[in-house]
């Protein structure tokens, strides 16, 4: 995966013609500290308001929503929670019922070829969610060769 830094996310909120403010500044901060990552508004929030006390949740979804327009992060909607993640490659996401960790699953060229050959149709955002037991929640070793 590609490493982001600070500049990136900020470069691209200036190109989407938003202001780089203190708040939005912390908040890139963070993002920038779980690249590769998951986090949720509410992560974000308990870290940023010990530096800016003053910021409210709504503005972290603000300012997570002008990132993800600006097409640096990604959402995706699981048991009721609203996730970040800064993989951009085409992949899905794992997420153990037992323990929440959720895993980037890397997903093969021919799937890839097969969504983009669906005829009448065009493909532009695909949200693949996994769920069941981490390995290490299970005790199950990967498999072996």
């Known amino acids: 995966m590609l490493e982001m830094s600070k500049e990136y996310y900020v470069n691209a909120l200036r190109e989407s013609k938003f202001k ?3 708040q939005r500044l912390q908040v890139i901060k963070y993002v920038n500290s ?4 998951h986090f949720t508004a509410e ?3 308990q870290s940023v308001r010990k530096i800016e006390p003053t910021i409210t949740l709504a503005t972290i979804y603000n300012i997570l929503k002008a990132l993800r327009d600006a097409g640096t992060i990604n959402s995706f909607e699981a048991n009721g929670t609203t996730w970040f993640e ?4 085409f992949h899905g996401n794992f997420i153990c019922s037992n323990c929440g960790k959720i895993t980037d699953v890397p997903i093969s060229n021919e799937l890839i070829n097969d969504l983009n050959s669906l005829d009448g149709f065009t493909v532009e955002n695909v ?3 996994l769920s069941g037991t981490c390995e290490k929640c299970s005790g199950v070793k990967g498999k072996q060769s």
């Open 43 to 45: 992560d974000v929030y």
């Open 86 to 89: 800064t993989n951009h490659e």
């Open 20 to 22: 780089i403010t203190p």
């Open 127 to 129: 949200s693949l969610i």
């Open 34 to 37: 779980k690249t590769p990552g």
